[in-house]
């Protein structure tokens, strides 16, 4: 109880100091929420949505989207491999299928598995900033947002800026016998340009990093680039495009079947492309939209005999939307239809296509000045699976200029996978034809307090997921394989705090903490061994300091994760920038103490890891 008072003491202490700067607009209540159809003020959010921008991504020990989102609350990022190689996402407690990731709005949705879904060809200095919504969202995003979703938002400027960052780092290791000579180490570049002006607007981004491990055959390329671009014909009337490529070549040992897979490897390849445009009417906007993601994942169980074990994929995906918005006197008035065309050639999961259609309509309104809500639905059509309806709701109170209640019910479907459905693995794994969609109602209230410089929030969430879908099998002898297997619920609890103080003689101090607590419970049978479930984490304390006086800042992160049947482990990581000019220098160590533990597989994430860099920007 000391020690709590004694924290609660310094946070007031730290809030009082706070109140004697100057008053500004937080830099978040700036940031629009990228909704297809309406577009909202982060302050004016009715539900939990997180955002990192730009300016916290250059101050956290980072390379790779992968390594920000494992600092987000209530995101569980499960490497297979270090480096930004290969990921699975979640969100409280879901599963990676569960997850729906995008690009300015465009789905990500790899129909075959979202084990590829993180191959993502924005290099981290094209983004703007990242949106991370909890809950079933099928009413904002349409299917497969069945615990949350996470919209990448990439840079635009009416002026031409460029950034080139360049880094490199090691364990300082010897390697592995048969992996070669010298130690582990490696490093990457990234460029990022914007040319542009009030008319016209242009972002071109490319990054290569390279590593040759962090143990035996860990190996890992990784490629992307990126191009997004707005033309504005007038006032009412702008083009946008975007296109992007990502390649990924890796070292695979222990990522699927530990531990024959020693000499494994993947390559896979993602594309993007995606054209659209706005058209204002009056108070009526119009955005039609064409977009098409292909994926090309090349598993190499031997990867220096490709005459055997070998499995190839092709996938695409070829997307057709029509967004609107209608500004009404009872509010803002959202409708929209999606038409989603996915096909597969795989070795072995064979050739398949389906379509989704979807329609949406949602109305956002507020009563007085206190009370602001939004509510939808979105209806869904499959050619596997016929019509279903999802509901939502969120609404938000404002107590006072700074207290503000909210609530959410949401719901949504996941439509099962290709390898869910067709897959054709023996004797490891086989697919089921006869599987159901997962459906999800997710219900949540937060509470939450905004003053300057600090931000705290706290809430609880209740989510069902009807027909849940895992992989089991009766016994070691016979392969794995999809079924319903009943009820997942999962109960949640979360909260945060965050604060920016500025010290005086150009000193700032900024903290944040956030801890989730998630308890879920599997209504199935106890009798089949299961591949995924209670997977889940079920405490996760994120913590984080910064320090800048003039040029240097100093930040430092943590991590303790707890798994439902894991050992629990706490890894600390470390940055410092600092200023020369147009020029930043950086050096960081990650895995501070030397934590053993693994996300995903049978993968041993790296041990201490130091790195050093450089960044230019020109503005």
Same mark, same amino acid.
């Given at each position: ?8 003491g ?6 009082a100091?706070?109140q004697q700067?100057?008053t ?6 700036? $940031? ?8 909202t ?31 987000i609350?209530?995101?569980?990022i499960?490497q297979?491999?270090p ?8 969100i ?19 129909a075959q598995s ?11 200095s ?8 909890r809950?079933a969202?099928?009413?904002?995003y ?6 949350g979703?996470?919209?990448?938002v990439?840079?635009?400027?009416d002026?031409?800026?460029?950034t080139i960052?360049?880094?490199?780092? %090691?364990?300082?290791?010897d ?14 570049a990234?460029?990022s340009a ?23 055959n860990s190996?890992s390329?990784? %490629?992307?680039?990126?191009y997004?671009g ?9 083009i946008?495009a ?28 993602s ?8 058209h ?14 292909y ?5 190499r ?7 055997k ?10 997307m ?5 918005s ?28 389906r ?5 949406y ?39 006072d200029q ?5 609530g959410?019910?949401g719901s949504?479907?996941? $439509?099962?996978?290709f ?20 459906s ?8 939450q307090?905004?003053k300057?410089?600090f931000?705290?929030?706290?809430g609880?969430f209740?989510?069902t ?27 949640g ?11 005086g ?25 299961s ?9 996760q ?7 800048g006086?003039g ?25 410092a ?7 930043? $220098?950086?050096?960081? $160590? ?9 996300e995903?597989?049978?993968v ?7 790195t050093?860099?450089?960044k230019?920007?020109?503005?």
């Amino acid at each position: 109880m000391k020690k709590l008072l004694l924290v609660i003491g310094t946070l007031a202490s730290l809030q009082a100091v706070a109140q004697q700067q100057d008053t500004h607009i937080n830099q978040l209540d700036d $940031v629009i929420i990228q909704g297809n159809r309406i577009q909202t003020p982060f302050s004016q959010a009715t539900r939990d949505i997180q955002i990192v921008t730009q300016q916290d991504i250059e101050k956290m020990p980072v390379h790779s989207l992968n390594e920000v989102l494992s600092y987000i609350s209530g995101v569980d990022i499960r490497q297979r491999g270090p480096f930004g190689a290969q990921a699975d996402i979640a969100i409280d407690g879901g599963t990676s299928e569960q997850t729906l990731v995008l690009i300015n709005g465009v789905k990500l949705i790899d129909a075959q598995s979202a084990h590829n879904m993180m191959n993502i060809p924005v290099p981290l200095s094209a983004i703007d900033h990242i949106e991370i919504l909890r809950g079933a969202a099928a009413r904002i995003y349409g299917i497969n947002a069945l615990t949350g979703a996470i919209n990448i938002v990439t840079k635009t400027a009416d002026h031409p800026t460029l950034t080139i960052d360049a880094h490199t780092g %090691s364990s300082f290791k010897d390697k592995d016998p048969g992996d070669g000579n010298g130690i582990y180490w490696g490093g990457g570049a990234e460029l990022s340009a914007t040319l542009g002006n009030k008319k016209i607007n242009h972002l071109i981004s490319a990054s290569q990093n390279n590593y040759n491990g962090q143990r035996y055959n860990s190996d890992s390329k990784a %490629s992307k680039v990126f191009y997004n671009g707005s033309y504005n014909l007038n006032e009412n009337n702008s083009i946008q495009a975007m296109a992007g490529y990502a390649r990924s070549h890796y070292g695979a040992n222990g990522f699927y079947a530990a531990p024959g897979d020693i000499n494994s490897a993947e390559v896979v390849q993602s594309s993007v492309f995606s054209l659209s445009s706005r058209h204002k009417f009056g108070k009526f906007l119009l955005s039609p939209r064409i977009s098409d993601r292909y994926g090309d994942d090349d598993y190499r169980y031997l990867k220096d005999d490709l005459s055997k074990y070998r499995s190839r994929h092709y996938t695409n995906a070829l997307m057709l939307e029509l967004n609107g918005s209608l500004e009404t006197k009872i509010g803002t008035l959202g409708l929209g239809w999606e038409s989603r065309f996915e096909k597969i050639n795989s070795s072995n999961i064979g050739k398949h296509q389906r379509e989704n259609h979807g329609a949406y309509a949602e109305l956002q309104s507020s009563i007085g000045k206190k009370l602001e809500g939004t509510l939808g639905v979105y209806a869904n059509y499959n050619t596997d699976y016929d019509w279903q309806l999802y509901p939502g709701i969120d609404l938000a109170y404002l107590i006072d200029q700074h207290w503000k209640i909210s609530g959410s019910i949401g719901s949504g479907e996941r $439509v099962p996978s290709f390898t869910d459905l067709y897959l054709d693995q023996r004797p490891g794994n086989i697919g089921n034809p006869e599987i159901q969609p997962e459906s999800a109602w997710n219900y949540e209230g937060n509470i939450q307090y905004s003053k300057m410089y600090f931000r705290f929030q706290a809430g609880y969430f209740y989510r069902t997921i009807s027909d849940f879908i895992d992989w089991v099998r009766e016994s070691a002898d016979v392969p794995y394989s999809p079924i319903n297997f009943g009820k997942n619920k999962i109960q949640g609890l979360y909260a945060r705090i965050q604060q920016n103080i500025d010290l005086g003689n150009k000193q700032s101090f900024e903290y944040h903490l956030s801890y989730n607590y998630l308890n879920p419970i599997i209504d199935g049978s106890s009798d089949l061994q299961s591949k995924y479930s209670l997977e889940s984490l079920k405490h996760q304390f994120i913590a984080g300091v910064s320090y800048g006086i003039g040029n240097l800042n100093l930040q430092l992160e943590n991590r303790f994760l707890k798994r439902e049947l894991a050992n629990s482990y706490d890894v600390a990581d470390f940055r410092a920038n600092y200023q020369i000019k147009k020029v930043t $220098v950086y050096a960081e $160590v990650n895995n501070i103490f030397d934590a053993k533990y693994m996300e995903a597989g049978a993968v041993p994430m790296p041990t201490r890891w130091c790195t050093v860099g450089a960044k230019l920007r020109i503005n």
